[in-house]
């Protein structure tokens, strides 16, 4: 059996995004590290954010959410995948769309960030509406997507009303967006539901959807 060891931003195990994702894994033992696994979520929410650092939201262990810097996970998620790898997983996973330096591995690394914008690449023929969780990821958004015409909106997937997400969708079709990206691994399918009934016609791409089908390539038996 095929071991994939998957590593969220913030704290595992994350019963609200892996089980939704494991459906798409046939044959497949997952193995559950989060960078911030070591650190309570006070801890986190305390940390401060150096000007010019990538704002990143995630789930904490106790179902709440926090925004944090990137580079405060940068250290746990090399440790945790390299502790993946030493407990004997054939692959690793990294459950985030935002952009990360290089990272040290001895067995497949998976990233999200390249997998959803190289699924948008294929799909996307227009103008691509952006829905991201915070406002200070928008320019992100733009600049992770700058093959296509972007236009962005907020809705937070760990505190948003369903009338946000109706709103961000709206305001992204007046725009004249041709497809809706949901950019964060922690949307899910109901969030997508909610983004097609504002927007009909419209096709709605979820992050972790294309990025569970993706890797059911490599890993699924």
């Known amino acids: 059996m095929t071991r994939l060891g998957v590593v969220t931003i913030g704290q595992a195990p994350r019963p609200d995004m ?3 994702m494991a459906r798409h894994w046939a044959g497949v033992e997952v193995v559950e590290r989060g960078a911030l696994d070591n650190l309570n979520p006070a801890e986190v929410r305390e940390s401060e954010l150096r000007e010019g650092d990538e ?18 996970a940068l250290p746990g998620l090399q440790s945790a995948i ?48 952006v829905i991201c969780p915070l406002p200070e990821q928008q ?17 937070d997937p760990y505190g948003a009303s369903p009338g946000s997400f109706a709103a961000a969708a709206s305001d992204l079709v007046a725009g004249g967006a041709e497809m809706i990206v949901l950019d964060c691994m922690g949307y899910t399918a109901a969030h ?30």
Do not use: N
């Not at 995630?58 to 926090?66: K, W």
């Not at 290089?102 to 914008?117: D, G, M, N, Q, T």
């Not at 320019?139 to 809705?155: C, G, H, M, N, P």
């Open 18 to 20: 892996v089980p939704e």
């Open 55 to 72: 704002v990143l939201t995630s789930r904490m262990r106790d179902g709440s959410s926090a925004v944090f810097g990137r580079d405060l």
């Open 82 to 129: 390299a502790g993946l790898e030493d407990e004997g997983c054939d692959a690793v996973l990294l459950l985030c769309t935002g952009v990360f330096p290089p990272f040290r591995h001895k067995r497949p690394l998976y990233r999200a960030s390249p997998l959803i914008v190289g699924g948008v690449e294929g799909l996307a023929d227009g103008v691509v509406g």
């Open 139 to 155: 320019a992100d958004s733009v600049a992770k997507f700058a093959s296509r015409q972007v236009l962005t909106a907020v809705a």
């Open 192 to 221: 997508s539901d909610l983004v097609r009934g504002a927007a009909p016609g419209i096709p709605v791409v979820t992050a972790r959807s294309i990025v569970a089908r993706l890797v059911a390539e490599v890993v699924a038996a």
